[in-house]
């Protein structure tokens, strides 16, 4: 749920109370929750994609892929792979490896997984790459510009700037 910090405030006995208005009605939950202990998480709103970026996406992708005669998703993965912000790298028991992979992947296309040696005995370390499902407008943006790049190397041609910034809400991707 999507809100604005208003106040925040530290009690003499150290304990503290957070704020927040909220953009959506919270009532229903407010009746379920007022009396139970709660898990919260504050973090800074990014906007979403939007599915006309996504779209478009899909267009140079396809078009990467005709030209270049390999799967749309091999270029569509590898574009994945370059875009920053968008992994975690864990440290994971040998044991356990093949079983995170594969459950990974099971959550679309652009979950990949790639596997580097770990210093610690018993260990590998595991880069976990998110799907563009997941991606912000920044993240999009930047998979996008990914695109038209690799489409500019092959001589593929794509939209004017102006209409790609308006695809990318105006603002290339800026949040």
């Given amino acids: ?8 405030s530290l009690s003499f006995d150290g304990r503290q109370r957070l704020t927040v208005e909220l953009s959506e009605d919270f009532r229903s939950q407010y009746d379920k929750l ?4 709660i898990d919260v998480t504050v973090k800074q709103y990014r906007k979403k994609r939007s599915l006309d970026a996504n779209a478009y996406a899909w267009v140079l992708i396809d078009k990467l892929a005709e030209t270049m005669q390999i799967p749309k998703s091999e270029v569509y993965r590898a574009a994945i ?3 920053g912000g968008v992994s975690e790298t864990v440290c994971v ?10 459950g990974w ?3 679309g296309l652009g979950w990949q997984t790639e596997r580097f ?16 499902s997941t991606f912000d407008t920044r993240q999009m943006s930047s998979l996008i510009n990914t695109l038209i790049d690799d489409c500019m190397t092959v001589g593929i041609e794509t939209k004017s700037k102006e209409e790609i910034e ?3 809400g105006g603002n290339n991707g800026k949040t």
Avoid: H, W
């Fill in 105 to 107: 992947s099971r959550q």
């Fill in 93 to 102: 028991t040998d044991r356990a490896v093949d079983k995170l992979c594969e």
């Fill in 34 to 37: 007022k009396d139970s202990e």
């Fill in 117 to 132: 040696p770990s210093k610690i005995a018993g260990c590998t370390n595991v880069i976990l790459y998110y799907g563009s």
């Fill in 166 to 168: 308006s695809l990318l």
């Fill in 81 to 83: 792979r370059n875009v």
């Fill in 1 to 8: 749920m999507r809100g604005k910090i208003i106040d925040f």
